[in-house]
C-alpha cells in the first residue's frame, strides 16, 4: 500500500506584517484640505494709524564729538591736528582727556595705511592708558 503523505493546509487568516497606509493617507488629506480652506481665512490686517511728526526743532547736542588721532605715515601721531611726541603723547593725551565730562572721553584713531602696525598699537595702549574710554578706528575722517 502506498504511504499517505501529510497534507500541510496553509491558514487562511494570519496576521499582516504590512502597514496600512491608506486611513493615514486619508486623515492627511483632510487635514491638508482644512488648513488650505482656513488659512486665507485667518489673514487679518489690522490698519496702523501712527500719528503724523509734528516738526521740531533740532535739540544741540552737548555731546563732543571724538577726539582725533592721525597716525602718519612715518609714525608721527597728530592729536587735534598738532603733532605730539612720543614722550609727550599719554600726558597730553591724559589732559585732553580730562577737560571732557565722563562718558564723552572717546578717540577716534585715523591710521595712514602705511603706517607702522607696531606704532598704532603703542597709541591704542597710550590712550587706553591716558583714560580713553571708547576707541574708534577708520581711515576716513569721522
Given at each position: 500500500?502506498?504511504?499517505r503523505?501529510p497534507?500541510?493546509?496553509?491558514?487562511?487568516?494570519?496576521?499582516?506584517?504590512?502597514?496600512?497606509?491608506?486611513?493615514?493617507v486619508?486623515?492627511?488629506?483632510?487635514?491638508?484640505?482644512?488648513?488650505?480652506v482656513?488659512?486665507?481665512?485667518?489673514?487679518?490686517?489690522?490698519?496702523?494709524?501712527?500719528?503724523?511728526?509734528?516738526?521740531?526743532?533740532?535739540?544741540?547736542?552737548?555731546?563732543?564729538?571724538?577726539?582725533?588721532?592721525?597716525?602718519?605715515?612715518?609714525?608721527?601721531?597728530?592729536?587735534?591736528?598738532?603733532?605730539?611726541?612720543?614722550?609727550?603723547?599719554?600726558?597730553?593725551?591724559?589732559?585732553?582727556?580730562?577737560?571732557?565730562?565722563?562718558?564723552?572721553?572717546?578717540?577716534f584713531?585715523?591710521?595712514?595705511?602705511?603706517?607702522p602696525?607696531?606704532?598704532?598699537?603703542?597709541?591704542?595702549?597710550?590712550?587706553?592708558?591716558?583714560?580713553?574710554?571708547?576707541?574708534?578706528?577708520g581711515?576716513?575722517?569721522?
Amino acid at each position: 500500500m502506498r504511504a499517505r503523505r501529510p497534507i500541510l493546509v496553509k491558514p487562511q487568516s494570519g496576521l499582516q506584517s504590512d502597514i496600512n497606509v491608506t486611513p493615514l493617507v486619508d486623515v492627511v488629506l483632510v487635514l491638508l484640505i482644512i488648513f488650505m480652506v482656513v488659512t486665507p481665512l485667518m489673514r487679518r490686517e489690522l490698519m496702523l494709524q501712527l500719528p503724523s511728526p509734528e516738526p521740531s526743532e533740532p535739540t544741540p547736542s552737548k555731546e563732543l564729538p571724538p577726539g582725533l588721532v592721525r597716525l602718519t605715515a612715518e609714525g608721527t601721531l597728530l592729536l587735534e591736528g598738532e603733532a605730539v611726541s612720543e614722550a609727550d603723547y599719554v600726558p597730553r593725551l591724559r589732559r585732553f582727556l580730562e577737560a571732557r565730562p565722563r562718558g564723552q572721553r572717546g578717540l577716534f584713531f585715523q591710521p595712514d595705511a602705511r603706517a607702522p602696525y607696531s606704532r598704532l598699537v603703542v597709541a591704542l595702549d597710550g590712550a587706553k592708558s591716558a583714560g580713553a574710554e571708547a576707541l574708534g578706528l577708520g581711515l576716513e575722517a569721522p
